[in-house]
């Protein structure tokens, strides 16, 4: 994998579909549903950024999302919820370190859908799409220390726990410790098989979809 087959892949973000779930490329017309989440307080704070003022905020963003996915540079997909089509969250990459095949992830989702197993369902299909098609030789996600529900995310999608990055991010005026936790390809090919985590099938057309989606130790 090199920058520009990288770039040709996520210039046209391919659609995954879960049991529950569409990952797509975000869309303008999504400002309304990412400003729903966006703009509280309990979602940013382990994050990056602060709360979006208002949905005009929301709409510039998503604008501007939409040059980097013509450059293939935003490695994020919409989460949305199929039985209303409402986007509730993102789940991507954040970075990829090409010359040593690896890649980070993230994701955040809206506090209305959390503890339905939303997140771990679309990072499991997030770790599929980067060792199955992209090849990720290892994926590894990071979390503010003290935001105890990411990293059980991490850990139910099969992610090792690494430890603690000591002052690791200077993060809205204070100094952060971070964790870290990690899967390799041959961790995740020998945990889980041949199983696979999505589908490019339309949503309408997609009745069949994986018996892992049963199984409560991944969405519960």
Known sequence: MNKQQLARIFA??????????????????????MYEYSRLEEVTRYLLWD??????YTLRYLDSLQVQYRNGMCYDWGVVWRENGKLIGTCGFTSFDLPNNRAEVGYVINPAYRGRGVAPEALMAVL??????????RVE????NGNDA??????????TFEGILRGYLYVKREYRDV????ILADEFKSKFGNTR??????PQKNSGLLNIFNKERFFT
């Not at 996600?141 to 503010?144: R, V």
């Not at 059980?152 to 099969?158: F, I, L, S, T, W």
């Open 12 to 33: 046209h973000p391919p659609e995954l579909v879960t049991q529950r779930l569409i990952l797509r490329k975000l869309q303008v017309s999504d400002y309304a549903d």
């Open 150 to 159: 990411s990293r059980r995310v991490m850990e139910k999608c099969a992610m």
């Open 128 to 137: 599929d799409f980067a060792f199955n098609e992209l090849k990720i030789h």
């Open 141 to 144: 996600a990071k979390y503010i």
């Open 51 to 56: 709360p979006h003022p208002d949905e005009h």
């Open 197 to 202: 985590f999505y589908s490019r099938r339309h």
């Open 179 to 182: 964790g870290i936790c990690s």
